[in-house]
Every structure is written in C-alpha cells, then in structure tokens.
C-alpha cells in the first residue's frame, strides 16, 4: 500500500524567511502533485511534476521531485502572510488489477507570521 | 470555464439518518472522484468513476455509502445510515482522462456533521 508521509505537519515561520516541505512516498512513481488548501476552501492546484528531476516554480514557491529517493520538496522562498494555508503532496500510482490512485499526504500547514 | 459544482455546502444531520451530495464535474471531464477529508487530514479516495463505470471502490465502506453516475456526467454520493464519524468534508474532483494524463480539479465540497 502507498504511503505518503509529509513533514513538517505544521510550520510557523515569519515573513521574509525560507523554508522546504518534505514529502516521502514508499512506492515507485513518476507523477507528484501539490495542492494548496484555505480554510473552508477546496483544494487549489499548484504543480504537477511528471518526471524524476523535474522542477517547477510560481512566484516564491518552487517544487521538485526525485522518483529515486521517492521524494519531493516544496521550498518557499521570502515567505509572505498570503501563503498562510495547508499544503498536499499527492502521488499518482498505477496498478494493472485496480487501475490508477491519487493518494495524499496528511497536509502541512503552514502560518507565516508578520 | 465553470468549475466543479457540489451541493449542498453543509449538511447537519442525526446519526442513523440518511443523507446525499451531488456533483456536477467540469464538462467533459470522464473521471470523477469523490473523497473524504476528516478534519486535520489529507483526502481520502472513497470511489473513482471513468465515464459511468466504477475504476476504483476500494475504500468505499459500502454497507452505508453508495455512488453512481448513471449518465457519467453527474454523480451522487449517499450514505445511509450516518454514523458520527463520517462528520467530514465530501471533495468531488474530475479530470479529463485520469490522474495518468491530467490533474484533478476539486469542487468546494460538502461539510457533513453528524450529531
């Protein structure tokens, strides 16, 4: 069964500094998704990263993903207060006898503080 | 482009009764997801839909809830009877083809408390 542990689950941190989210998989995949949730509010698409070594940013957040050590970081850079939410990792698995899964990691969430 | 629709918002209801949320995908979206999300935890797969046929149901606890999607464009997630722990956040999601091919855009959801 898939496993995808994040960490930290939650994080403080004030404006202006840097900070990466980890998240562990335990199963072989090559497809890796981020997702931005706010309180009361649905989940919000960030990356999609398709293959080992793949790196994707948008404004101070940047994701990357190593299908080798089966993980993928989530690095903030100069947080603002607007980033202020709980972040997913989920991971795409494909199995021949039940067909294809998104599994999520427990979310972390993250308060930037002034 | 219209998003994915979910109804009701919030749903307060007594243990043992029955309740159901609907779903109305992006168009043309052929798969459809419903996942459960409990309070402080990531979502939950319940049941995947391609078209009008179940992908995957694993995780469905299916002596109380059910799903279809007859026409495999809307879907209706039913769950009878409540228990108090099903008090949780009902996600939809729909993507083209498969999470293979495309990410899955999620609606609001449904809050469900059961008291």
């Known amino acids: 069964e898939l496993k995808v542990e994040q960490n930290p689950l939650f994080l403080s941190m004030q404006e202006g500094k840097n900070y990466t989210i980890y998240c562990n998989y335990s199963?072989?995949?090559?497809?890796l998704y981020w997702y931005r949730q706010d309180p009361g509010k649905s989940l919000e698409s960030l990356f999609v990263l398709l293959s080992n070594g793949a790196v994707k940013q948008e404004g101070r957040l940047m994701a990357s993903l190593d299908t080798k050590a089966r993980l993928s970081t989530l690095h903030i850079t100069a947080a603002v207060h607007d980033l202020s939410a709980t972040y997913f990792c989920?991971?795409?698995?494909?199995?021949?006898?039940?067909?294809?899964?998104?599994?999520f990691g427990e979310g972390t969430q993250l308060t930037v503080n002034p | 482009e219209a998003g994915v629709a979910q109804s009701p918002r919030y749903k307060i209801i007594e243990k043992r009764q029955s309740v159901a949320f609907w779903c109305n995908p992006i168009s043309g979206h052929a798969t459809l997801y419903w996942y459960q999300q409990i309070l402080g935890q990531g979502p939950k797969l319940l049941i995947q839909f391609q078209n009008n046929g179940v992908v995957d149901d694993s995780q469905l606890p299916k002596d109380r809830f059910s799903a279809e999607r007859l026409k495999g464009v809307d879907s209706t997630l039913k769950i009878q009877p409540a228990k108090l722990e099903d008090s949780a956040v009902y996600l939809c999601?729909?993507?083209?083809?498969?999470?293979?091919?495309?990410?899955?855009?999620f609606g609001q959801g449904t809050r469900l408390t059961v008291v």
């Open positions: 989920a991971v795409f698995l494909f199995e021949e006898t039940s067909g294809s899964r998104l599994t």
């Open positions: 199963t072989t995949s090559d497809r």
């Open positions: 999601a729909s993507s083209l083809i498969g999470p293979r091919d495309t990410e899955a855009f």
